[in-house]
């Protein structure tokens, strides 16, 4: 298995593009191979709910490291924020069994952060290498590949559901690809929610956006009842359809 294989979940909000990435990681880490598979959660949206969908808590995110080390330079000019940011990193991703979580948080505020987003660029590049999948919940404007905090993806899936505003977010999303400098090797849409016998129709809906459905996952009442009850989604039984239906997309990406 080649090491670093980067897999970017994005969309318009409200599609369920995080409950998808936590899907998708659970079900990688089920394969049959799954004590020889490492899995980095990487949580690019500022909402930050991909560790609530995994279970999990975190303590600090990368925007607060960057905020906290550009305050450090001002009063110190001669400081190495990128020997210090390597090791912030480093105590701040949370560590599970067979997977791993950063949380990018917040945008930045007012200034320059050129410099400082390079820096985490490379850091991230190095980071993926170790994993074998990298998952990335991505905002619906891919703000941090256009800021290229993460350079390469080797497969972005770009949620969309029965709305208008989801399949013009779809389009512009495969603009923002094809236009920044940031390697997509392969982009496919996943029509999510879709509620039974809707299938042709939203397939054909996106044909007139000239977009193609390469799967469809189909409304589960289960997922806003976890919501709900703050239950994890990737405690959802091994049967519910929104399960079944990302287990084909962990086979497809395998």
């Known amino acids: 298995m080649r090491k670093g294989k980067v897999i970017a979940v994005a969309g318009k909000g409200g599609t369920g593009k995080t409950a998808i990435a936590a899907l998708l990681i659970r079900e990688l880490l089920k ?40 305050e450090e330079k001002q009063q110190d000019t001669t400081l190495d924020i990128r020997v210090h940011f390597e090791g912030k990193i480093a105590e701040i991703v949370v560590e599970e069994e067979h997977y791993d979580l950063l949380v990018m948080g917040r945008p930045e505020g007012p200034g320059c952060y050129c410099p400082v987003n390079h820096i985490i660029r490379m850091i991230l590049d190095t980071l993926t290498k170790n994993y074998d999948y990298t998952i990335i919940d991505c905002e619906a404007g891919l703000e941090h590949l256009s800021r290229r905090t993460t350079r390469d993806v080797d497969l972005m899936l770009v949620i969309l559901d029965t709305t208008l505003k989801s399949m013009k977010t779809a389009l512009r999303l ?31 809906e996106a044909k007139r956006y000239s977009l193609e459905i390469a799967d469809i996952i189909p409304f589960d009442p289960l997922i ?26 962990a086979e497809r990406i395998r």
Not at 31 to 57: F, H, Q, T, Y
């Open 174 to 204: 495969k603009r923002i690809a094809e236009e920044i400098t940031v390697d997509v090797k392969n982009l496919i849409n996943i029509a999510n929610k879709i509620p039974p016998g809707a299938d042709e129709m939203i397939r054909e």
């Open 31 to 70: 394969s049959k191979e799954k004590e020889d598979i490492c899995v980095l959660a990487v949580d690019a949206d500022a909402d930050s709910n991909l560790p609530e969908s995994l279970g999990i808590s975190y303590d600090k995110t990368v925007g607060d490291i960057r905020e906290g080390l550009l």
């Open 224 to 249: 806003p009842e976890y919501d709900l009850k703050g239950i994890p989604i990737v405690d959802l039984p091994d049967d519910a359809p929104s399960v079944t239906a990302v287990r084909r997309i």
